[in-house]
């Protein structure tokens, strides 16, 4: 199934924002599930050769989060963090993203994530991103994160396509 759907970024010379778009074989509610509730974002989050630990998860609208990456061979620990502005299920969720291992604070981007029902049971996934200047945000684009983000996802069809998040 990893094959199926592609992610699109879209991201316009000179802008402070990029896109995110994929289509995912399954229905809003459960999708919406995997990208709020702990256990599901453990399984699917981040890289193929990271691991993810929660500190945080304060999922409501006013909340926090606080993720935490770990490479696999003991290589390091990357961690972001960001502010909950809503929760609106299951279609929309809006939250702040900070990156931690920059020499400064301040690298936040907002997000805007928005669920769209699709025929025969199918998601639409579409992030907006704007950040604090077209630096932040190529900046982030050069990271890698493109990688990781598709690694991520087809992890994400896995799961939705198995019995266990189905019950």
Avoid at 59 to 80: D, K, P
Wanted: proline share 4%.
């Amino acid at each position: 199934m990893s094959g199926k759907n592609t992610t699109r970024i879209t991201a316009e010379k000179g802008k402070q924002e990029f896109f995110i778009e994929r289509e995912f074989e399954a229905p809003r509610e459960l999708v919406f599930r995997t990208f709020n509730e702990p256990e599901f974002l453990l399984q699917w989050m981040g890289p193929s050769n990271m691991e993810m630990r929660i500190d945080k998860l304060d999922n409501r609208s006013g909340g926090s989060y606080r993720f935490v990456h770990s490479l696999c061979n003991g290589g390091g620990e990357f961690g972001f963090n960001g502010v909950i502005h809503e929760v609106s299920a299951p279609e929309r969720l809006i939250r702040t993203f900070e990156f931690e291992g920059l020499p400064e604070r301040g690298h936040v981007s907002l997000e805007f994530l928005t669920l769209t029902e699709l025929p025969g049971n199918r998601t639409r996934v579409h992030i907006q991103s704007v950040f604090k200047s077209v630096e932040d945000r190529d900046g982030l684009l050069q990271s890698g994160m493109e990688g990781g983000l598709n690694e991520g996802y087809n992890k994400l069809d896995e799961l939705l396509a198995s019995s266990i998040i189905n019950n």
